[in-house]
T-cell receptor, first 116, second 111 residues
Framework: AQKITQTQPGMFVQEKEAVTLDCTYD???????LFWYKQPSSGEMIFLIY??????QNATEGRYSLNFQKARKSANLVISASQLGDSAMYFC?????????????FGAGTRLFVKA | DTAVSQTPKYLVTQMGNDKSIKCEQN?????MYWYKQDSKKFLKIMFS???????INETVPNRFSPKSPDKAHLNLHINSLELGDSAVYFC??????????FGPGTRLTVL
């Protein structure tokens, strides 16, 4: 079964508008972490934002915020005021595990296209 | 000053050859990883090392052998390369269970 689900293979957004990229996860761990990474066409993986399972407040980093709804097991990424440079693949990831090693599992990604 | 570096960036080789990819991190992290990203962009963990000890091995063929000579280095050696090994390989590092920082990736093409 998929542990991280990103249901939007592709998304379009107009420059300067906000966009939400969906992510749902599945775990039985009480302690876990949720991440978003950006992969532009140049190929590098860029860390954007992190949310711990015990964090009560939604994480924010500049124009990025993570809409964490624990009961629904969702961790959507909100990008405000989209810029052309935001066009990229976006991956949601979950870190779970403990003794025996922490493992990070990635979703299939959402490709975001920002239109001028 | 590069945090996580990988060499080479591109690797083109014939089937059956043996090749290595090197990874170094200068972040002082305890844990290092190897990931494989396939042509559909799916990213899957292969190995994880903590303080030079292997802690995760995700049923990767034993043609793949990671080696960690010290905490700052995690190299990946691949024997008898196959067409299906063509992918982008990412090294990453993190402090314990925290955020992972990725290297630039190595694009391996097996002909």
């Amino acid at each position: 079964a998929q542990k991280i689900t990103q249901t939007q293979p592709g998304m379009f957004v107009q420059e300067k508008e906000a966009v939400t990229l969906d992510c749902t996860y599945d775990t039985s761990d009480q302690s876990y972490g949720l991440f978003w990474y950006k992969q532009p066409s140049s190929g590098e993986m860029i860390f954007l934002i992190y949310q711990g399972s015990y964090d009560e407040q939604n994480a924010t980093e500049g124009r990025y915020s993570l809409n964490f709804q624990k009961a629904r097991k969702s961790a959507n990424l909100v990008i405000s005021a989209s810029q052309l440079g935001d066009s990229a693949m976006y991956f949601c990831a979950m870190r779970e595990g403990g003794t025996g090693g922490f493992k990070t599992i990635f979703g299939a990604g959402t490709r975001l296209f920002v239109k001028a | 000053d590069t945090a996580v570096s990988q060499t080479p960036k591109y690797l083109v080789t014939q089937m059956g050859n043996d090749k290595s990819i090197k990874c170094e991190q200068n972040l002082g992290h305890d844990t290092m990883y190897w990931y494989k990203q396939d042509s559909k962009k799916f990213l899957k963990i292969m190995f994880s090392y903590n303080n030079k000890e292997l802690i995760i091995n995700e049923t990767v063929p034993n043609r793949f052998s990671p080696k960690s000579p010290d905490k700052a280095h995690l190299n990946l050696h691949i024997n008898s390369l196959e067409l299906g090994d063509s992918a982008v390989y990412f090294c990453a590092s993190s402090p314990a269970s925290d955020t992972q920082y990725f290297g630039p990736g190595t694009r391996l093409t097996v002909l």
